[in-house]
């Protein structure tokens, strides 16, 4: 079953009595099966926040739809199911860790038992259990992001829904929040998020999609997103001092242990290598192809889509 499906989704923003209409979302499909992680990416204005307060019902789409488990994104049924965590969040600061937990369980109708029992399992979940009972106004940002976090799963979920989640976090609290986002799947939950930390991002996720001014560029896995940009011939039995007549063919040059690796852009350049390795007296050892990042694919994606906005503009 697919956790998330989105077909036609069109949504378009402006002044009641204005003729100029912003376009968010434009003509969007795709669908997340359950039991991901799955990585909804964009530049600013790309339509990513928008398209998710669609699903959560909070903005109503002017042509398209979108359903949850095969259910109304309005279905009172479906929302019991999902967690939320908006982007720069707000809390009351007056409040304890515990409390603001246990409060956002008397939202979802929790008794007060089952609430205060589970505001603990999340908090420790979260490593915060020592902070549980300390005001949220002395929290730091990575303990506001996990409470946040905590919020989001205090009705036990099983989609989670999270825009930006390790938006302006260190690098350790990234790390504790990534880790938070594993552990979610590995309990069959099926998380949701936006962000613009692309490294994180490709460690984590099944799969993602790419979109620009409201329209679904690429979806898929990992490994339809990352394009090949050359391969790379690892080689032994090469004297150091040869490498130097490698340089002509060769982008760059590696050590890896007791081999070399000598990257090169196509097939062209894999033969010219692998008739130098030969005059060395080396042998081919292994030949990989490179992949791009994510953040090379994903800023590849958008410039050829901004080129095609202003050829098809003239």
């Not at 008397?106 to 603990?120: E, G, Q, S, T, V």
Request: hydrophobic share 40%.
């Amino acid at each position: 079953m697919d956790a998330i499906r989105i077909e036609g989704l069109v949504k378009k923003f402006g002044w009641f009595f204005s003729r100029r209409k912003i376009l968010a979302v434009n003509n969007l499909s795709l669908s997340v099966e359950e039991n991901q992680i799955f990585g909804f990416l964009g530049p600013n204005g790309a339509g990513k926040t928008t398209t998710i307060k669609i699903l959560l019902g909070l903005v109503i789409p002017d042509a398209g739809g979108a359903s949850i488990f095969n259910a109304d994104v309005n279905d009172k049924a479906v929302k019991g199911r999902i967690g939320f965590l908006p982007d720069n969040p707000s809390f009351y600061n007056h409040l304890s860790g515990r409390e603001f937990i246990a409060f956002c369980g008397k939202l979802m109708h929790i008794d007060r038992m089952n609430r205060y029992r589970r505001a603990d399992e999340l908090l420790a979940k979260m490593g915060l259990a020592e902070a549980g009972d300390d005001k949220i106004e002395g929290y730091s940002r990575g303990m506001m992001q996990r409470l946040g976090i905590a919020q989001a799963l205090i009705n036990n979920p099983d989609l989670i829904i999270l825009d930006e989640p390790v938006s302006g976090l260190d690098p350790l609290g990234r790390r504790e929040v990534k880790q938070i986002l594993i552990d979610l799947r590995s309990e069959g939950k099926t998380v949701f998020f936006s962000s613009h930390i692309l490294a994180d991002v490709q460690e984590m996720c099944d799969e993602v999609s790419i979109m620009n001014h409201g329209r679904l560029l690429q979806k898929g896995p990992m490994s339809t997103i990352l394009g090949a940009k050359g391969t790379r011939v690892y080689a032994t039995g090469i004297s150091p001092d040869s490498l130097d007549k490698a340089d002509s063919i060769a982008r760059n040059i590696v050590k890896d242990g007791s081999r070399w690796g000598f990257d090169v852009a196509d097939a062209k350049g894999k033969d010219a290598i692998k008739a130098f390795i030969q005059q060395q007296g080396g042998q081919v050892d292994e030949i990989t192809t490179q992949r791009e990042t994510l953040e090379e694919a994903f800023l590849r994606k958008i410039e050829e889509d901004e080129k095609s906005r202003k050829e098809d503009s003239k």
